[in-house]
């Protein structure tokens, strides 16, 4: 029976060593001679902490000896449930010098008349458990840390846990069990599923939230990432407003040339006309001086719109000869890698608008393709099908 037993303790899956009530080992399974590389013969009968020295590579304590000395000092501390002792710790020495993480139960062992006779350690690899826990350990505080705003919930919305910036974010204290719907009412369960990208205003600041799903062949619950752009957003608007005072600069710029070039052909038609006696050929130089102050007028018109509202006036215009004029006028003052191309049918396009209206959409959009093509493109204002279309390609 005897005999029994010792193979049944040897072919253990656990690591097993026994010693008896002098410190000397009796029991030393197979498992432990691939842990420690020690064979069964080579350490029964040692004793003076020896045992030790293939789990540390010095000799000190065991749980075992705890067992069988309770008033020993331990360097480590052991918990105790009933009359075992458990730990667990990092032997360095195992596995020739690897090291691995092992969970040591120590029991007293005791004759038919329950005096103690001895002590059995058990020592457990729980390597793969432990690295997957400190893993996971650092991972959580990284979260846990991150300047993202991190919260998980229930399929439902209930939330089970945020880290501190989401609570700082939201300026609250705790909202584990609240619902996510509640701290967001602007934000749907179908946004968060289908992993959309949104951004909302709260506490006078912008986030940009986005949800992920945790599945494991049937949704769990969600992930939400909560990121403060406020900053970034400041920044974008005044790179826009910089980039569209740039572009007005250049157009206002251009109608100052175009203003001083119909000036100067007023001044030559004037001079000509005070020059000839000819009444008629007179009068034809004051019409076109007079048309020519039509269109200045006109540019002054266009300059001031875009600087302040003036009052409407709707009436029949051409829309081929409004966009072609300010065609013109926007090719002079958009950037050299900017192609502006206009596209327009043989027939006249009568309509009854506002022609400042019109001109103020038209260069609002093109100025905005602009920005969209900082690396220079071609823009297109074209007619199609009953419809004005503004492409631009890069």
Same mark, same amino acid.
């Given at each position: 029976?005897e005999?029994?037993?010792?193979?049944?303790?040897?072919?253990?899956?656990?690591?097993?060593?026994?010693?008896?009530?002098?410190?000397?080992?009796?029991?030393?399974?197979?498992?432990?001679?691939?842990?420690?590389?020690?064979?069964?013969?080579?350490?029964?009968?040692?004793?003076?902490?020896?045992?030790?020295?293939?789990?540390?590579?010095?000799?000190?304590?065991m749980?075992?000896?705890?067992?069988?000395?309770?008033d020993?000092?331990?360097?480590?501390?052991?918990?105790?449930?009933?009359?075992?002792?458990?730990?667990?710790t990092?032997?360095?020495?195992?596995?020739?010098?690897?090291?691995?993480?092992?969970?040591i139960?120590?029991?007293?062992?005791?004759?038919?008349?329950?005096?103690?006779?001895?002590?059995?350690?058990?020592?457990?690899?729980?390597?793969?458990?432990? =690295?997957?826990?400190? !893993? &996971?350990? $650092?991972? *959580?505080? /990284?979260?846990?840390? #991150?300047?993202?705003?991190? @919260?998980?919930?229930?399929?439902?919305?209930?939330?089970?846990?945020?880290?501190?910036?989401?609570?700082?974010?939201?300026?609250?204290?705790?909202?584990?069990?609240?619902?996510?719907?509640?701290?967001?009412?602007?934000?749907?369960?179908?946004?968060?599923?289908?992993?959309?990208?949104?951004?909302?205003k709260?506490?006078?600041?912008?986030?940009?939230?986005?949800?992920?799903?945790?599945?494991?062949?049937?949704?769990?619950?969600?992930?939400?990432?909560?990121?403060?752009?406020?900053?970034?957003?400041?920044?974008?608007?005044?790179?826009?407003?910089?980039?569209k005072?740039?572009?007005?600069?250049?157009?206002?710029?251009?109608?100052?040339?175009?203003?001083?070039?119909?000036?100067?052909?007023?001044?030559?038609?004037?001079?000509?006309?005070?020059? =000839?006696?000819?009444? !008629? &050929?007179? $009068?034809? *130089?004051? /019409?076109?001086?007079? #048309?020519?102050?039509?269109? @200045?007028?006109?540019?002054?018109?266009?300059?001031?719109?875009?600087?302040?509202?003036?009052?409407?006036?709707?009436?029949?215009?051409d829309?081929?000869?409004?966009?072609?004029?300010?065609?013109?006028?926007?090719?002079?003052?958009?950037?050299?890698?900017?192609?502006?191309?206009?596209?327009?049918?043989?027939?006249?396009?009568?309509?009854?608008?506002?022609?400042?209206?019109?001109?103020?959409?038209?260069?609002?959009?093109v100025?905005?393709?602009?920005?969209?093509?900082?690396?220079?493109?071609?823009?297109?204002?074209?007619?199609?099908?009953?419809?004005?279309?503004?492409?631009?390609?890069?």
């Amino acid at each position: 029976m005897e005999n029994i037993l010792r193979r049944i303790v040897r072919l253990i899956p656990d690591g097993v060593f026994a010693i008896d009530m002098t410190g000397k080992v009796i029991v030393w399974n197979k498992v432990l001679e691939e842990m420690t590389g020690i064979f069964e013969e080579e350490i029964i009968g040692k004793g003076d902490f020896e045992y030790s020295l293939p789990f540390y590579g010095y000799r000190r304590p065991m749980p075992v000896d705890y067992v069988l000395n309770p008033d020993m000092i331990y360097p480590e501390f052991l918990n105790k449930k009933a009359d075992t002792y458990e730990i667990e710790t990092f032997l360095p020495a195992l596995y020739g010098g690897k090291g691995a993480w092992v969970k040591i139960l120590a029991s007293p062992v005791v004759d038919e008349a329950c005096d103690l006779i001895g002590a059995v350690q058990i020592v457990r690899d729980i390597t793969v458990r432990k =690295t997957a826990e400190i !893993e &996971l350990m $650092k991972l *959580y505080n /990284v979260i846990s840390h #991150s300047p993202v705003g991190v @919260v998980i919930l229930e399929f439902s919305g209930k939330i089970i846990y945020c880290n501190d910036s989401f609570l700082k974010y939201t300026g609250h204290k705790n909202l584990k069990g609240e619902n996510i719907f509640e701290v967001f009412p602007q934000v749907s369960l179908y946004e968060i599923h289908n992993s959309y990208l949104k951004e909302l205003k709260y506490n006078n600041k912008v986030f940009r939230l986005r949800g992920i799903r945790l599945e494991e062949g049937e949704v769990l619950g969600y992930a939400l990432f909560l990121t403060d752009v406020t900053e970034i957003r400041k920044y974008e608007e005044q790179i826009i407003i910089s980039r569209k005072m740039e572009s007005i600069r250049r157009l206002t710029s251009t109608y100052a040339h175009e203003i001083k070039n119909m000036l100067t052909g007023v001044k030559g038609f004037a001079q000509v006309a005070l020059q =000839t006696e000819d009444m !008629e &050929l007179a $009068k034809k *130089y004051l /019409v076109k001086m007079l #048309s020519i102050i039509d269109s @200045v007028l006109i540019n002054i018109r266009e300059i001031l719109g875009f600087g302040r509202d003036i009052s409407r006036n709707p009436e029949i215009i051409d829309l081929k000869e409004v966009l072609g004029n300010i065609a013109t006028f926007l090719k002079g003052s958009l950037k050299e890698n900017i192609d502006l191309t206009l596209i327009m049918p043989e027939i006249s396009l009568k309509v009854f608008a506002d022609r400042t209206d019109i001109e103020k959409v038209v260069t609002n959009l093109v100025l905005n393709a602009q920005d969209a093509l900082p690396e220079g493109g071609q823009i297109k204002i074209e007619h199609q099908l009953n419809n004005y279309l503004i492409n631009s390609e890069q």
